[in-house]
T-cell receptor, first 113, second 119 residues
């Protein structure tokens, strides 16, 4: 059974500083997603990572994937208040001709002045 | 505008009552999914469907039922057998990937969610 772990579960960040959060998973997969959720809202897609060494960047966020280590990182550059949210990673697994996502529990980021 | 709609936004259930949550998409996506989110938790998969008239149980299907009679619609019924239904329910849809493993999906896009509360 695929397990997806995120750590830390909560991170208080200081504005302007850099941080990295982690997502690791237990079995081989060919796709990993990062999503953002604001309080009381739905999920917004951030990145999809498809291959070993894949790197995607959007603004102050950069995601990377190491399939051999079964690890994805999300790097935050010069944190700003707008990045305060919960970030989920999700990993694809397959059963026959069907696929599904397994989500981690999420990492809540809070940016303070 | 293309998108995923869920209704109602809030739903109240009385003990012993079945309730149905609506999910509609006009994105022409093949696959649709239902998740449950409890406070401070990640999403857990209830049911999913990759083609019309076919669906699979997810990790927590007990006490729930679904149908997929049309490509655009994937309603979820929370039955009286679900003893702890209070949660935030999210519907998602995706296209199936043209390349890669069979059944591989592209990015899932989520609806705005329905909050279910027990009276």
């Amino acid at each position: 059974e695929l397990k997806v772990e995120q750590n830390p579960l909560f991170l208080s960040m200081q504005e302007g500083k850099n941080y990295t959060i982690y997502c690791n998973y237990s079995t081989t997969s060919d796709r990993l997603y990062w999503y953002r959720q604001d309080p009381g809202k739905s999920l917004e897609s951030l990145f999809v990572l498809l291959s070993n060494g894949a790197v995607k960047q959007e603004g102050r966020l950069m995601a990377s994937l190491d399939t051999k280590a079964r690890l994805s990182t999300l790097h935050i550059t010069a944190a700003v208040h707008d990045l305060s949210a919960t970030y989920f990673c999700a990993v694809v697994s397959y059963t026959g001709a069907n696929s599904k996502l397994t989500f981690g529990k999420g990492i809540t980021l809070s940016v303070r002045p | 505008d293309g998108g995923i709609t869920q209704s109602p936004k809030y739903l109240f259930r009385k003990e012993g009552q079945n309730v149905t949550l609506s999910c509609e998409q006009n994105l022409n996506h093949d696959a649709m999914y239902w998740y449950r989110q409890d406070p401070g938790q990640g999403l857990r998969l209830i049911y999913y469907s990759q083609i019309v008239n076919d669906f699979q149980k997810g990790d927590i299907a007990e006490g729930y039922s679904v149908s997929r009679e049309k490509k655009e619609s994937f309603p979820l019924t929370v039955t009286s057998a679900q003893k702890n239904p209070t949660a935030f329910y999210l519907c998602a849809s995706s296209i199936l990937a043209a390349t890669g493993l069979a059944g591989a999906q592209e990015t899932q896009y989520f609806g705005p969610g329905t909050r279910l509360l027990v009276l």
